[in-house]
């Protein structure tokens, strides 16, 4: 139990454009759902946090026109890089979390890489 | 914030070895300590984790102990094997209910 799942897992780009990542779980309900960054040989940065219905919550540094996040269902959000360009070319992992049962488990896809030519 | 720091950054053992990672964290509210392991182009995976109540747990070869003392918690593998051969990262949750990474460790196994 408790999969996540990401598509597509990886995309090729053009500088300037749209690309929109699906980070879905698969057998659980998530009320919150996380989206980090990871670049080559790095840890995972925390980009934003998104529950269910209302807005995302963004890291400081992170440009909330430029990452549209929308969490519209239980299990599924989608993270959006707008007008992208090559610096934003990365790891981009979602994790979820299950409904709260005072539990605090998060569960990560296997990630998105992205590179914007 | 949360303030991590983990310890040391890589690690090369002899397999059958023991390997021992150390986290250290800033936020005395945080109240749940997980570990993961992650391979190459994947995404992290939940390997152990301890809560606040409790100060050492297992699951086979490996363990996690907790000193919220000390604020810090490490991860034991007794007997190491190649599939062991990944980054490991710590990531406290505290008072923002947020799972901050730690910097990782790069885990080689020599056979």
């Known amino acids: 139990g408790a999969v996540v799942s990401q598509h597509p897992s990886w995309v090729i780009c053009k500088s300037g454009t749209s690309v929109k990542i699906e980070c879905r779980s698969l057998d659980f309900q998530a009320t919150t759902m996380f989206w980090y960054r990871q670049f080559p040989k790095q840890s995972l940065m925390l980009m934003a946090t998104s529950n269910e219905g209302s807005k995302a919550t963004y890291e400081q540094g992170v440009e909330k026109d430029k990452f549209l996040i929308n969490h519209a269902s239980l299990t599924l959000s989608t993270l959006t890089v707008t007008s992208a360009h090559p610096e934003d070319s990365s790891f981009y992992i979602c994790?979820?979390?299950?409904?709260?049962?005072?539990?605090?488990?998060?569960?990560f896809g296997p990630g998105t890489r992205l590179t914007v030519t | 914030g949360e303030n991590v720091e983990q310890h040391p950054s890589t690690l090369s053992v002899q397999e059958g070895d023991s390997a021992v990672i150390k986290c250290t964290y800033s936020d005395s509210a945080s109240n749940y300590f997980p570990w993961y392991k992650q391979e190459l182009g994947k995404g992290p995976q939940l390997i152990i984790d301890?809560?606040?109540?409790?100060g050492e747990k297992k699951d086979q070869r490996i363990a996690v102990t907790l000193n919220k003392t000390a604020k810090h918690f490490s991860l034991h593998n007794t007997e190491t094997q190649p599939e062991d051969s990944a980054v490991y990262f710590c990531?406290?949750?505290?008072?923002?209910?947020?799972?901050?990474f730690g910097s990782g460790t790069r885990l080689s196994i020599r056979p």
């Open positions: 994790s979820a979390r299950e409904v709260d049962r005072g539990r605090y488990e998060q569960y």
């Open positions: 990531a406290p949750v505290g008072s923002a209910s947020k799972i901050i």
């Open positions: 301890i809560r606040s109540n409790v």
